[in-house]
C-alpha cells in the first residue's frame, strides 16, 4: 500500500556542481557591442526609452531593442515598470554605479583623450653629454610643466642606437646621421659650427691667431664612437691633422672643459657648447682658423613609436626646446 506523501522517509536530491551549474556562462567579450554600454548608461540615466534614445541619437525602437538585447547579456530585467515610470532592478543599481568609470576607461583607451599632464610613463634618449647641456636646460622645464609624471632618462652611449631604437631599449637618440634608413624617422633640430675653448689669460691670445699658431697648441679631443653610420658628433676632432701631436682624448666635454681651464690646451667642440661652457668657467670662445665643416643636429626615432600621442608631443617639446 502506497504510504501518504508526509509519511514517506525524507530523501536529499542531490545537484551535480550546486550553483554554479546554474551560473549563465560569461559571454565572449569579442560579441559585445560597445555601443550597447553607451545605451545603458543613457537607460539608467533617463530611465525612459524615448528619452534615452534622442540622448544617443537612436530611435525609440531601436532603443527598445537595444534594452532587450541588454537584458539578454546581463541575463536581468534591468528596468522594470513603476508608478511612476520604469525603475531600475538591483542589478541596474550596481551597473550605474559601475558604468560612468568603466565608459570612461574606454573613451581613453580609444581617443587617448588623458592630457599630457596625467600621463605617467618613462623615456630614454639617447644624447651625448655635450648636447645634454644644450638641450635640457630649456627641455626640462618645459616637460616639468607640460608633463609632471614624466620621467626623462638620458643614455650618453649612440653605439647600436639604430638597433636599439628598434628594439624599444631607448625611445630617441639626439645626433648626427646624413639621411634616417628605411624604418626610421629624422627631424632637424638646429645646424651649429665648431668653436675653440681655451682658457681666458692664455697666451696665444696675445698673439696673431693663425693656423700654425692653432696647430702649435695641443689639443683635448672627446673620445667618439662611429657606428651604425650615426655618430660624427665631434666631426673626427681626434683625427685633425694641423696639431703637431696627439691630442689627449677624454670621455665627455665637461672633463676636457675642466683641463683647458688649468693648463694651455685647445679644445674644439660645438659653438652652442663653448657658449654654454665658457658662461660657468675662465675659458674664451675662439673660432678657429680652419673651415671646419658644420654638422646639423638631428632628432632620430623609429616608426614604431611614431604614431604614439605621447611620442608625438615629446618630440614636439624637444623640438621647441632646441629651437629656443
Known sequence: ?????????????????????QRPQMPNLASIDLNLLVDLGALLQYRNITHAAQHVGRSQPAMSRALSRLRGMFNDDLLVRGLSGLVPTLMAERLAEMLPSVLDAIRQTVNCSVAPREWRW?????ITDHQALVLLPRLLPRLREGAPHLDM???????NALRRLEQGEIDLAVGQIGAAPPGYLRRRLYADRFSCLIRRDHPVLKQEWTLESFAALRHVAIASQHDDRFHKIYDGLTELSVADC???VVSNVLTGALIIAATDLVLVVPSRVATRIASVLP????????????????LIWH?????????????????????E
Open 246 to 248: 696627439d691630442p689627449i
Open 153 to 159: 632618462v638620458t643614455d650618453v652611449v649612440l653605439a
Open 303 to 323: 616608426e614604431r613609436c611614431h604614431r604614439d600621442r605621447e611620442h608625438g608631443w615629446l618630440r614636439r617639446e624637444i623640438t621647441a626646446a632646441a629651437r
Open 122 to 126: 618613462k623615456v630614454t634618449m639617447a
Open 1 to 21: 500500500m502506497d504510504q501518504p506523501a508526509w509519511k514517506r522517509p525524507h530523501t536529499t536530491r542531490l545537484t551535480i556542481g550546486g550553483d554554479d551549474a
Open 283 to 298: 675659458l674664451a670662445v675662439v673660432t678657429p682658423p680652419l673651415e671646419l665643416s658644420p654638422y646639423e643636429v638631428a
